[in-house]
């Protein structure tokens, strides 16, 4: 009975202390890791969601970028990190779903994250160098036929949403060509601009910069409705194309143990950013679309994740895509 008491009385100190620590939090500086280079969408997304959390929560909110092998290098950090929310995780489709399928992973997505908010919304669409003797999806059909396995397209990864939906493009038009990884969507979008690759599918807020500026060309986007940053560039469905459609999602995640107070005080954090005006705006601008309220809980998001696995991984792993 002694024993049994220690051990009550133990419980009962660390789950104040826990309480005590969730109630003081944040103390110090909180690290957002983002799984991929600094410079594209997902890391431009993460640096303005910093920036406003900063002030919401009273102290220094950085960004760390730890790319590499499809980003599960910096998944990994942050499941091994301590469960106290001073570790946070930004990514998106392919750092946080599709490559756990690909990559010989030692994490679990779904048991050793906790999911905080999903954050934005993204379509992927074809684009091409300028250089290119295409003008839309038709010409390029027509154009990689006549020059199968000739032509170069850049992808982010093994097993990312550009390489699927490049192989989902070559089985649906009969076409070959030849894949390029990079390490991320800026390096890759530096290649495509100088021309160093032919076209890529492409996260479409990654590429709206250098769409706008003139120095890519956009083909076809990747939804089933027009994307409302680019209006003008058809769907690929109306090109003649369909079931074509792939969204590159952003969440937030903590690790897993993370105490439920501090979980909550980030959502709170998050939903207040998703909702000021201002971000609303640099979103927009970004080309990233807001996810429905019900998506940006911690429970809603659970669910859409959990979905979201369960509807690709068969795909990925059907196509034996595997790191290399």
Known sequence: MRALRIAVVGAAILGMAAIGHAQTYPSRVITIIVPLPPGG????LARTLADHMR??????????NLPGAGGTLG???????????YTLAIGNWATHMAS???????????????????????????????ALPVKDLKELIAWLKTNQDKAAAGIVGTGSGGHICGLSFQ?????????????????AMHDLVAGHIDFMCDMAANSLPQARAGGIRPIAVMSKARWFAAPEVPTAEEMGVPGLAISLWHGMWVPKGTPKEIVAKLNAAVVAALADPAVQKRFADQGQELPPREQQT???????????????????KGANIKAE
Request: proline share 9%.
């Open 41 to 44: 969408a997902t890391d431009t």
């Open 55 to 64: 002030d919401s929560l009273g102290q220094p909110v950085v960004v760390e």
């Open 75 to 85: 998944v990994a950090r942050v499941v091994r990190a301590a469960p106290d929310g």
């Open 100 to 130: 756990a399928a690909s990559y010989p992973v030692q994490y679990d997505l779904l048991r050793d994250l906790e999911p905080v908010a999903k954050l934005a919304d993204t379509p992927l669409w074809i684009v091409a160098k300028n």
């Open 171 to 187: 089985n649906a038009t009969g076409t070959r060509y030849q894949f390029v990884p990079y390490r991320g969507g800026a390096p």
């Open 298 to 316: 911690r429970d809603g998001f659970a669910a859409y994740h959990k979905a979201e696995i369960e509807k690709w991984w068969p795909i990925i």
